[in-house]
């Protein structure tokens, strides 16, 4: 069946790269025995040696595979059903495991010492995350880190990474710290960054999104005015979408996601106007005066999240309130569906839809409510919390 000694290897060696362990161990011993009968010889005795030794040496490298290298054909699904985020302290960065009813920390992963603001999830479950500090364009690495064994890569850049994407298999890494430039990485087969695209942009980037085969980072000029969408494509040539909306009064610009919602401030009324991304049309307005009480969007880091196609959760600042509030809004006629208070002076909201919870965050602790605001638990850390995926 095998010519020589090297053809059985070669055969081994496929078998191992593109087989789970059950399946490799099956096939090779049926492969093996096919030998010995095609060959009835005294050397096949030389053969089984070798062949024995090659599959120690492969079971080792598909088992004990350098912790380093967390990428290729042989990562399985890292899903852990964990919540994932990482806390700053003492010039460390920990990556942290916690399960998500109780945010009890099961497992700890040390990152170094530099800053992140950012995590990504792979469709596999492994989790991308920038080094990039505060902005800074220092770190130009990315690290992958499969959250159940533990293991981390780090992939270098030509420059300080920003945001990360998915597509199938493959991985979209873009960076804006290069002055009036967009860079766009590509990352296939569990191979190293290749740049893909150098785009030239025109303003500061606040926010950058990625789908049906598009780039979409939205520009914006002083005081929020001027917005642009600048689409890249992954195919084709870059297109701008603008929008002014400067006469109205923007303050604040809230990405869901899917949409652009925009604080407008004229006067002494406050709106909420709702555009489509990428092309900009306005969707529609909303009187946020009509709940009867004046309202202050928190100007610290204001995030916007979307529970379902009809109603829109905001983190803001009631005026008169010391604190701030998740506020519930239907978006078809703008009223206030709820509003609770949150512990902590609140930087970020999101919803998990499978569990029908907010996840509010502050500096240094996550507060955890159901859909109409009944505390669940919180977490408090004693170092700095970064953003956090639902594993």
Same mark, same amino acid.
């Given at each position: 069946?095998?010519?020589?000694?090297?053809?059985?290897?070669?055969?081994?060696?496929?078998?191992?790269?593109?087989?789970?362990?059950?399946?490799?161990?099956?096939?090779?011993?049926?492969?093996?025995?096919?030998?010995?009968?095609?060959?009835?010889?005294?050397?096949?005795?030389?053969?089984?040696?070798?062949?024995?030794?090659?599959?120690?040496?492969?079971?080792?490298?598909?088992?004990?595979?350098?912790?380093?290298?967390?990428?290729?054909?042989?990562?399985?699904?890292?899903?852990?059903?964990?919540?994932?985020?990482?806390?700053?302290?003492?010039?460390?960065?920990?990556?942290?495991?916690?399960?998500?009813?109780?945010?009890?920390?099961?497992?700890?992963?040390?990152?170094?010492?530099?800053?992140?603001?950012?995590?990504?999830?792979?469709?596999?479950?492994?989790?991308?995350?920038?080094?990039?500090?505060?902005?800074?364009?220092?770190?130009?690495?990315?690290?992958?880190?499969?959250?159940?064994?533990?293991?981390?890569?780090?992939?270098?850049?030509?420059?300080?990474?920003?945001?990360?994407?998915?597509? !199938?298999?493959?991985?979209?890494?873009?960076?804006?710290?290069?002055?009036?430039?967009?860079?766009?990485?590509?990352?296939?087969?569990?191979?190293?960054?290749?740049?893909?695209?150098?785009?030239?942009?025109?303003?500061?980037?606040?926010?950058?999104?990625?789908?049906?085969?598009?780039?979409?980072?939205?520009?914006?000029?002083?005081?929020?005015?001027?917005?642009?969408?600048?689409?890249?494509?992954?195919? !084709?040539?870059?297109?701008?979408? !603008?929008?002014?909306?400067?006469?109205?009064?923007?303050?604040?610009?809230?990405?869901?996601?899917?949409?652009?919602?925009?604080?407008?401030?004229?006067?002494?009324?406050?709106?909420?106007?709702?555009?489509?991304?990428?092309?900009?049309?306005?969707?529609?307005?909303?009187?946020?005066?009509?709940?009867?009480?004046?309202?202050?969007?928190?100007?610290?880091?204001?995030?916007?999240?979307?529970?379902?196609?009809?109603?829109?959760?905001?983190?803001?600042?009631?005026?008169?309130?010391?604190?701030?509030?998740?506020?519930?809004?239907?978006?078809?006629?703008?009223?206030?569906?709820?509003?609770?208070?949150?512990?902590?002076?609140?930087?970020?909201?999101?919803?998990?839809?499978?569990?029908?919870?907010?996840?509010?965050?502050?500096?240094?602790?996550?507060?955890?409510?159901?859909?109409?605001?009944?505390?669940?638990?919180?977490?408090?850390?004693?170092?700095?919390?970064?953003?956090?995926?639902?594993?």
């Amino acid at each position: 069946m095998y010519r020589n000694d090297e053809d059985l290897v070669k055969d081994l060696q496929s078998l191992a790269h593109a087989k789970p362990r059950a399946e490799f161990a099956r096939q090779l011993e049926q492969r093996l025995q096919q030998a010995a009968r095609a060959r009835k010889r005294p050397r096949y005795r030389l053969i089984g040696g070798i062949a024995a030794a090659a599959l120690i040496t492969l079971a080792l490298t598909a088992t004990f595979s350098p912790p380093a290298d967390v990428r290729g054909d042989l990562v399985q699904d890292a899903h852990t059903g964990l919540v994932a985020y990482t806390v700053i302290q003492d010039q460390k960065n920990v990556l942290h495991l916690a399960d998500p009813e109780t945010m009890e920390t099961k497992k700890t992963i040390e990152l170094g010492d530099t800053p992140t603001l950012k995590i990504y999830e792979a469709p596999d479950g492994r989790l991308w995350i920038p080094l990039n500090g505060f902005g800074t364009s220092i770190e130009k690495r990315v690290l992958v880190v499969d959250p159940k064994s533990g293991a981390k890569q780090a992939l270098t850049l030509d420059q300080a990474p920003d945001a990360v994407f998915f597509q !199938g298999s493959t991985v979209y890494i873009t960076s804006v710290s290069k002055p009036n430039k967009i860079l766009i990485y590509k990352v296939e087969n569990g191979g190293e960054p290749k740049l893909f695209k150098s785009v030239k942009r025109d303003g500061p980037v606040f926010d950058t999104m990625f789908h049906q085969a598009q780039f979409q980072f939205i520009e914006q000029g002083m005081l929020n005015s001027n917005l642009k969408t600048l689409i890249v494509p992954l195919e !084709g040539e870059p297109v701008y979408r !603008g929008l002014n909306e400067q006469q109205e009064g923007m303050t604040y610009v809230l990405s869901t996601g899917q949409n652009l919602l925009m604080l407008l401030n004229g006067g002494a009324e406050s709106k909420v106007a709702e555009f489509e991304i990428p092309s900009l049309q306005k969707v529609g307005t909303f009187d946020l005066n009509s709940i009867g009480k004046p309202f202050m969007i928190s100007p610290y880091g204001p995030k916007a999240t979307v529970p379902d196609q009809q109603k829109l959760g905001l983190i803001g600042v009631p005026k008169g309130a010391d604190h701030t509030y998740v506020m519930i809004f239907d978006t078809v006629t703008g009223d206030l569906v709820n509003s609770f208070p949150t512990q902590q002076l609140a930087m970020n909201l999101s919803y998990d839809k499978d569990s029908n919870r907010w996840y509010v965050m502050s500096k240094d602790t996550v507060e955890v409510f159901n859909f109409d605001g009944t505390p669940l638990t919180t977490l408090h850390t004693d170092g700095m919390i970064s953003n956090f995926v639902l594993n």
